[in-house]
C-alpha cells in the first residue's frame, strides 16, 4: 500500500485526494493523517519541510510535494489521464496548476498570520500583499475558466476555490459567476470533490 | 524569442537560468528584470501571482513557476536532459527539486519577515519554523548529496544553497561538508552556476 500523509483542511492534500479518486487508486492508498503543527511527527523525517501531502511508496521513498505526487499518480494509472501528454496542453495545464496552486498558497499564508502571529505581530501590508495574489489569481481565472477537462490545472483550481470556501466564506463567489459555474460543473462530474469536502 | 522575466538574486530565477545554459537555450531568450514590490509592473499581468520567474512564449502563453518551466525547457531541448524519463529515477529527482526548492522558500519567507515587516511585527516563533525547514532539509540533502548528475534536483540544491549563501552567510557550510563538495563539484562542471552568480 502507499500511505499517503495529509490533513483534511489542506488544499494540496485534496488535490491528491481527488487525483487518486479519479484515477481509480484509492484502493491502493492508505490516508494516515498529519499534523503539521506538531515537532514530534514522524512527518518531519518523512518530508524534511514538515509539509503536507507526502506519498510514502512501498520502498520507503517519500514523494513529495502535491504536484510530484500527482504526476506519479497519473503515471500509476498509465500516463496522461491528468497531466496531458502533448507539449501544447501540457505547459498550460501545467501553469494553470500553478496559478491555482498559487492562489490557495496566498490564501494559506493569510491563514498563518493570525495562526503563528499574535495580533500585534499581525500585518496588514502582508496580508493585503497575498491578498492581491488571490485577486488577480481569481480574475485570470475567471477570464479563462474552462468546462469539462479533468486535469490537474481544474483539480488544482477547484481546490483553491473550496479552500476560499472553508476559510474565507466563499467571499470570491459573488464577484467571479464564471467560476462558480466551473465549480458547481466540475462537481457534478467530479464525485470525490464532496467526498473529500472538509471534515471529511 | 522567449522573454524570461526574473531578477537576479531569486533563487527560483537562477534554476531556470542555468538550466538554460545547461541545455543550449540561452541564444533562444530574453531575460528581462522585473521588480516584484513594484504595483505596476506589468508581471502582474503576466503572472497574476506576481511572481518570478515567469516565461513567455512566443505566442503570448506565460509559463510559471520555475519547475513548469525548467520541464518545458527540458522538453524544448529533446526531452529528459534534465528531467529523467523512467519512473524510477524521474519521481526522486522531482521530489529532490521540490525538497530544495522548499529549502529556498523557507530561507525567503524569512527574509521577507524584515523586508515586509515593522520590527514590532517580526515573529521569532514564525523564522524559528522557517528556519526548522531549512535544518532539516539541508540535513537531509546531507545524507543524500549526489555527485555527477546535473537534473533539476541538483540544480535547485545547488541555487538553494547559492541563496544560503548570499542572505545567510553560508552559515550552512561549517556543519554541511558533504553539501560544500557537492556544491565545489556542481560549480566545476556547470559553468553557468557562476555565471549567474548574484548580481549578474
Redesign the interface.
Known sequence: MLVLRSSPASPFGRKVKIAAHHLGLMDRIDIVAADTAD?NEVL?QQN????IPALILEDG?????S??IV??LD?LAGGAKIIPAD?ATR??V??AQ??AD??AD?ALLQV?ESR???P????V??TT?QQ??VD??L??AEAHAFHGAVHVGSIALACALGYLDLRFEGAWRATHPRLVAFLDDFAARVPSFELTRFPS
Open positions: 515537532p518531519r524534511p519541510l514538515g509539509k521513498t517519500v514523494l513529495y510535494d504536484r510530484v504526476e506519479y503515471h507539449a505547459y498550460p501545467l501553469a500553478a496559478l498559487g492562489i496566498a498563518y503563528w502571529r499574535d500585534a505581530q499581525q500585518s501590508k502582508w500583499h492581491g495574489k488577480r489569481g480574475a485570470a
